[in-house]
């Protein structure tokens, strides 16, 4: 099993001297990707509650949020074998010719190490910014994925949709990998859960416990269309989470040893990523800096 982190991105303390020195150093200890999330601004009187939990409000590392895909495009410079992939992109904001050249002009740039994550996200404020209305985000969502995919294959491509029209055309650079990126989906409601089944090729939830993703995955597996490989499962976990709700609390090393190593032995996860970007101990560009060493005893138990 491979053993991921996410990168410095949220706070005021991410700099270009941590970000590369982060990647670097743990790129050379053993871990196996980065991972990359997205938000666009912070509203003050937002409308929307945090991930979709009515009243919880914004956390305040999202004062300041480097971008996803700038970030990775850095890091993919920096690096040379490790995942880069986001974790995850909010698809309603995005439109999938502009999407599938920057992905796939990534996928190019770092040899083919792309994972590109999505969900349909929660904020309000932020969907208004590019001018959807919310209410369309699944529809919108099931409709990229399959527009990015047209995109990637061969040329010439042409889509017709609700939302998206693309008339014939050349659409290049194509991915390093056959097919583009892998998708990964993390959606978690009914009609979320369905839509990975149907169109993803991994599954990568955040809160919940590994007894609950392990059931839910098989049932995702089980419902998958005929003809389709099975899905991958990569698992979030926090040091600190953003919010404290159930099955979502602060994590120490020792218990992020002992989480990690129940899924390796689980034989199903494929990849843990741990996001320390929360974290009130990570206070300056140093202590991102100190991440990846604090936590290597993790790697010994994902096997890394």
Known sequence: MKLALALPQLGPHVTRRAVRGFVESAEELGYAGFFAQQHLFYPHHPVSGYSARPGVPVPDAYRSVVQPLELLSAVAAWTETSLIGTSVLVAGYHRPVDLAARLASLDVLSGGRVVAGFSVGWSDEEHQQYDVDPRTRGRRADELIDALRACWADDPVEHHGEFFDIPISDVRPKPVQAGGPRL????????????????FDIWN?????????????????????????????????FTQPPVEVANLRTLSVGELVELVGAAAASGVVDLVSIDTNFDVTVDSPQAWL????????VLAAAGA
Not at 290 to 297: A, E, G, K, S, Y
Request: aromatic residues 4%; proline residues 9%.
């Open 184 to 199: 990964a989906s993390g959606m978690r409601s009914a009609a979320g859960l369905k839509r990975t089944a149907e169109k």
């Open 290 to 297: 100190d991440v990846p060493t604090r936590l290597q005893p």
């Open 205 to 237: 939830p955040a809160s919940g416990t590994l007894e609950q993703h392990l059931e839910t995955f098989a049932a995702l597996n089980a419902s998958r269309p005929s003809g389709r490989a099975p899905l991958g499962l990569h698992w979030n976990l």
